[in-house]
C-alpha cells in the first residue's frame, strides 16, 4: 500500500471518528448503540496504520490484493451493522406493537368507565 493512499485513508478514519464522536455529541446517536461503529473504525484504523497485518489477513484467506481485503473488511463491519440495527428496529416495532395494543385497550376501559 503506497505512503499516499495510506495517508488517505488515515485521514478518512480520523474523520470517521470525528462525525462519531459529533453524533455523540449532539445526541443523535445512543452511547448504546455505537459501540459497534467504534469497534468497526479502530480495526480500519489498525489496518491503515499496519499494513502489515492487512497483507497477511489477505494471504491467509488467499486475496489477490491488500485493497480487495480492505473491501472485504468494510463490507464485513457494513453487513454487521445492518445486521445490529435490524435487530434493534425488530424490537422496536414489537414494543411499538405492545404499547399500541395497551393504549387500545386502556381507552376501551377509559369508555366503558365514562358510560
Same mark, same amino acid.
Given at each position: 500500500m503506497s505512503l499516499h493512499l495510506?495517508?488517505? %485513508?488515515?485521514? @478518512?478514519?480520523?474523520?470517521?471518528?470525528? $462525525?462519531? #464522536?459529533?453524533? +455523540?455529541?449532539?445526541?443523535?446517536?445512543?452511547?448504546?448503540y455505537i459501540l459497534l461503529w467504534l469497534f468497526s473504525g479502530l480495526v480500519m484504523g489498525i489496518l491503515v496504520l499496519f499494513p502489515q497485518l492487512l497483507?497477511?489477513?489477505?494471504? %491467509?484467506?488467499? @486475496?489477490?490484493?491488500?485493497?480487495?481485503? $480492505?473491501? #472485504?473488511?468494510? +463490507?464485513?463491519?457494513?453487513?454487521l451493522i445492518l445486521m445490529s440495527l435490524t435487530a434493534i428496529v425488530s424490537k422496536q416495532t414489537e414494543r411499538i406493537k405492545n404499547l399500541a395494543q395497551n393504549?387500545?385497550?386502556?381507552?376501551?376501559?377509559?369508555r366503558e368507565l365514562e358510560k
Open positions: 495510506r495517508i488517505l %485513508l488515515g485521514l @478518512i478514519v480520523v474523520a470517521y471518528f470525528w $462525525l462519531i #464522536l459529533y453524533f +455523540i455529541k449532539k445526541k443523535m446517536l445512543a452511547l448504546k497483507e497477511i489477513f489477505v494471504k %491467509l484467506v488467499g @486475496i489477490e490484493t491488500p485493497m480487495y481485503g $480492505l473491501f #472485504l473488511v468494510g +463490507i464485513f463491519f457494513i453487513l393504549h387500545a385497550m386502556l381507552e376501551k376501559r377509559l
